[in-house]
């Protein structure tokens, strides 16, 4: 690094020789600050926000699925991990993450009910 140095491969980076600007953690309690650094420098995110990434993901996923049955499955898995997000953030139910599926899922199971034969 040292030798990339004085052969000045650093010379021409973006923002060179002006002032990092600090990180606004005004929000964060001041005990907490330094954890917070370690675990952003580290990749580590809150709970919350690895499940909201999956939940982004999931959906996405759902645009592409085909199959019915597939469909069925992710949209079961997208329904957990929502109604997982909104207990996990005890927020007032106005600001939860609504199910868009549910009504997807009832509809699917009802006329799974009615297509089932009496005796399996």
């Known amino acids: 690094m ?10 021409n980076l973006e923002g060179a020789g002006k002032p990092l600007t600090p ?3 005004s929000r964060v309690p001041q005990e907490l600050r330094i954890a917070y650094k370690i675990l952003k420098n580290a990749d580590c995110l809150p ?3 690895e499940l909201q990434k999956e939940i982004i993901t ?3 996923m759902l645009a592409g ?3 019915e049955q597939e469909r069925y499955k992710v949209m079961k898995k997208l329904n957990f991990l929502i109604m ?3 207990a996990m953030t005890n927020r007032s139910i106005r600001f939860e993450i609504p199910q868009k599926y549910e ?3 009832m509809s699917k ?12």
Do not use: C, H, W, Y
């Open 23 to 25: 990180e606004d953690m």
């Open 2 to 11: 040292l030798a990339a140095q004085r052969k000045g491969e650093f010379d």
């Open 103 to 105: 009504e997807a899922l």
């Open 109 to 120: 199971m009802d006329s799974n009910r009615n297509t089932e034969t009496p005796g399996e």
């Open 58 to 60: 999931t959906e996405k």
């Open 84 to 86: 997982k997000f909104n």
């Open 65 to 67: 699925v085909k199959d």
């Open 47 to 49: 709970p919350e926000i």
